[in-house]
Antibody, heavy 120, light 110 residues
């Protein structure tokens, strides 16, 4: 059973950089894609990007210019950086996991979510 | 902006059957199907069904999923108060090389 625990700053000013980290407990760190997904207040889910244990990344094309996802495999952690934030980046940010190598896979495991508010 | 299309809301009575739909295209739902997630207010989403229509361990047999062409469906029978939630579909989009989500359907159990 995989458990995800996430943390990071909750209040940012416009133009600052969002930084979140997610720690993985249980399961095999190499067996999953480690994903960031966000949800603006009252709205739906948006894929930000994902990384595997080797550091190979995929990003949402609409966010690619501002996003970096990195991994620390020895610590079983992965992180999100989003630069030049605006109010539109205010959202609950989730870390999640989906199985590598399975066409049928989906996001089995989710972190508890972390509200990030961007306000001057 | 959602990549998949879901009706914003569905209302059904207690113990009735609700069917939620999710429309995509041949690059996402039509290729390998859609997964379904349930989200209660203030909670993270919970996976209800994989893209091959199999349920994760512990998910009620009252839930079933299917796909016809580019449209996926989630059917919940014998609706209970705890089924009242937001439901999202998701799929990998092979043209975008990214996961896409539906805008969500709010299911109300009357």
């Amino acid at each position: 059973q995989v458990q995800l625990q996430q943390w990071g700053a909750g209040l940012l000013k416009p133009s600052e950089t969002l930084s979140l980290t997610c720690a993985v407990y249980g399961g095999s760190f190499s067996a999953y894609f480690w994903t960031w997904i966000r949800q603006p207040p009252g709205k739906g889910l948006e894929y930000i990007g994902e990384i595997n244990h080797l550091g190979s990344t995929t990003y949402n094309p609409s966010l690619r210019s501002r996003v970096t996802i990195s991994v620390d495999t020895p610590k079983n952690q992965f992180s999100l950086r989003l630069t030049s934030v605006t109010a539109a980046d205010t959202a609950v940010y989730y870390c999640a996991a989906n199985l590598v190598g399975a066409d049928w896979s989906a996001h089995d495991y989710w972190g508890q979510g972390h509200l990030v508010t961007v306000s001057s | 902006q959602a990549g998949l299309t879901q009706p914003p809301s569905v209302s059904k009575g207690l113990r009735q059957t609700a069917t939620l739909t999710c429309s995509g295209n041949s690059n996402n739902v039509g290729r390998l199907g859609a997964a379904w997630l349930q989200q209660h207010q203030g909670r993270p989403p919970k996976l209800l069904s994989y893209r091959n229509n199999n349920r994760p361990s512990g998910i009620s047999e009252r839930l079933s999923t299917s796909r016809s062409g580019n449209t996926a469906s989630l059917t919940i029978t014998g609706l209970q108060p705890e089924d009242e939630a937001d439901y999202y579909c998701s799929a990998w989009d092979y043209s975008l090389s990214a996961w896409v989500f539906g805008g969500g359907t709010k299911l109300t159990v009357l």
